[in-house]
């Protein structure tokens, strides 16, 4: 009997909130959100810097990810349900060849897969990719949010199981109602703790260390524990209310150059993902 009932892949571009998504998830009792679980296979290899082999939250001491024994009979999410006793995983690795071998794996034994198809504004998506590796143009960041959003849409459709669409925007502003619906999709009941992502126990690899360093630190051991983040994004997230905000950082920060250049390559892609709705006025909001 397979403990793992149902395998959740995140999949999509970075930079589109799967942290955020992961986190909310993971929150259910009933969910281990693995993070970009991708990042086990790295586990011994040494070469690969320390922050991509180990848990986000407590470091190389974790009780989860340490020693599990992933092998030809016991696939990742087999392993991890066993581990938590959670029988639904979640896991964001955005790379559509682990997706693709992976949920083959857990649908031949006879797991439910589900993969949540993860969008958002690409030129929300530019702009973070620009404050995080500026040395890449904003053509080439245009290319790859493209380049992965149309691969992302070309495996949803040969994908064995469940294929369901969600945009950040609508997560960050309507998130009981999305939340939700992602629980019918994936079979589960909605719990409300879900709704408060940043209290719960996390033990995500890889992931936005931004919307990481949300989480409450009591988990978070003093030697090794939580990646640290510094300059804008530390100033960015040490400001952010333990709630759900729609970064809308770009509209201000997206130089109009880049904004050209991001249409030239990704615009018409984009007009189906772009969030035009217009921000509430101080008196609205109240
Ligand atoms: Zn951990």
Redesign the pocket.
């Known amino acids: 009997m397979r403990t793992n009932t149902t395998a959740v892949f995140i999949g999509g571009a970075g930079h589109s909130g799967s942290t955020l998504l992961g986190l909310c998830l993971g929150s259910h009792p009933q969910v281990f959100y693995g993070g970009e679980a991708r990042k086990s296979i790295f586990f011994g290899n040494e070469k690969k810097p320390l922050r991509k082999r180990?848990?986000?939250?407590?470091?190389p001491?974790?009780?989860?990810?340490?020693h599990l024994v992933v092998n030809d009979e016991i696939d990742l999410y087999e392993a991890l349900s066993v581990r938590t006793g959670r029988p639904v995983t979640v896991d964001s690795t955005k790379s559509l060849e682990w997706l693709e071998q992976q949920s083959a794996l857990v649908h031949a034994r006879g797991a439910k897969t589900v993969l949540l198809f993860l969008s958002r504004d690409g030129r929300a998506v530019v702009s973070s990719g620009l404050r995080k590796y500026p040395e890449e143009s904003a053509t080439e960041h245009a290319q790859k949010w493209r380049s992965q959003m149309e691969g992302t849409a070309a495996f949803a459709a040969r994908f064995p199981g469940t294929v369901e669409r969600v945009r950040y925007e609508e997560l960050v502003t309507a998130p009981e109602a999305t939340l939700r619906r992602l629980c019918e999709v994936i079979g589960l009941a909605f719990d409300p703790v879900m709704l408060d992502p940043f209290s719960s126990?996390?033990?995500?690899l890889g992931g936005n260390a931004g919307t990481q360093s949300l989480l409450q630190k009591t988990?978070t051991k003093a030697e090794g524990g939580s990646v640290p983040i510094s300059g804008s994004k530390k100033d960015y997230y040490s400001a952010h209310p333990k709630t759900f905000v729609l970064d809308l950082r770009w509209k201000r920060e997206l130089p109009a150059q880049a904004l050209a250049d991001f249409e030239a390559v990704a615009g018409a892609l984009n007009a189906a993902y772009a969030w035009d709705v217009a921000e509430p006025t101080p008196e609205e909001r109240s």
């Open positions: 180990m848990c986000k939250v407590c470091g001491e974790c009780k989860v990810w340490n126990e996390q033990h995500p988990q």
